[in-house]
């Protein structure tokens, strides 16, 4: 009853090409979501991040006021608590709200088109993470592993021009089907996932940089998904 009356209200929103299928914590099933990639969900070996905190020390108006891009990073790795913070604000699971609108995030029709990667170093004190390229189940919360070890390097040659890639104790890869008549939706999806990203990383003392000048084939072929690599966020300490 209630997928009916979201289709008649996408149908009457000239949505029609868009999944209406809401995203919310209590039913949520991902194989259904269409455009992930199946091979990294439910995955037993997935890794669980802690769980996200809702408070901060650091109010969204300075989050604002102060992010800036930053292209310098030190080479002081970021920690898992922050790792998981940064990829729930991106494109995590909210607080149940009066309506089923629960991600971190807007997306048009509530397609939530966006597959997410990372690549990352050795993370700070950790031992169940290891470096290497793992794609975020974002409704559980989990990693699941793409390659093992630590490809910054080979990120990089996908963007020659910027050092600070491969400098970054993390990458952040945001990836989507592209084509269609929803294409333009998609870029404003990636928009809204960036600057979650961007005023997480300010609120945690960490910087970040959008870097949309990269090889798309390169990142793909190392991400080894069929979806189109949109925005590389480095994210580290400063
Ligand atoms: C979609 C997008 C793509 C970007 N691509 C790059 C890039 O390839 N290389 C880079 O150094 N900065 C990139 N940037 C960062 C912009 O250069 C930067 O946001 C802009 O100069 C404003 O500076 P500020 O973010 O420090 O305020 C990108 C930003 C956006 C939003």
């Known amino acids: 009853m209630k997928n009916a009356c979201l289709l008649v209200l996408c149908f009457f929103m000239h949505f029609p090409l868009l999944s209406c299928s809401p995203l919310t914590n209590n039913s949520d099933d991902p194989s259904q979501v269409k455009n992930l990639d199946n091979l990294y969900l439910n995955n037993e070996k997935a890794i ?13 108006e300075e989050a604002i006021a102060n992010r800036i891009s930053q292209r310098r990073f030190s080479e002081d790795p970021i ?7 940064i990829l729930w604000a991106a494109y995590g699971v909210g607080i149940d709200g009066v309506t089923s609108a629960t991600r ?18 050795e993370l700070e004190e950790d031992i169940s993470l290891s470096a290497g390229i793992y794609y975020f189940d974002s409704l559980n919360h989990q990693l699941s592993l793409v390659s093992k070890g630590d490809q910054r390097q080979a990120m990089a040659q996908a963007a020659p021009q910027y050092d600070f890639i491969r400098q ?5 890869v945001l990836a989507a089907e592209i084509g269609g008549r929803s294409e333009r939706f ?5 928009g809204h996932v960036t600057q979650n990203v961007h005023l997480q990383a300010e609120a945690l003392g960490l910087g970040s940089v959008a870097v949309g000048g990269f090889k798309a084939d390169m990142l793909r072929a190392l991400l080894k998904t069929k979806f189109e690599p949109l925005i590389i966020i480095p994210v580290g300490n400063i």
């Open 79 to 85: 920690n898992t608590r922050e790792l998981s913070q």
């Open 48 to 60: 669980t991040l802690v769980q996200p905190e809702y408070k901060g020390t650091v109010s969204v």
């Open 168 to 172: 970054a104790p993390v990458s952040i």
């Open 104 to 121: 971190t995030v807007p997306s048009a029709a509530g397609r939530y088109p966006l597959e997410i990667f990372i690549i990352t170093g």
């Open 186 to 190: 998609v870029y404003m999806d990636v």
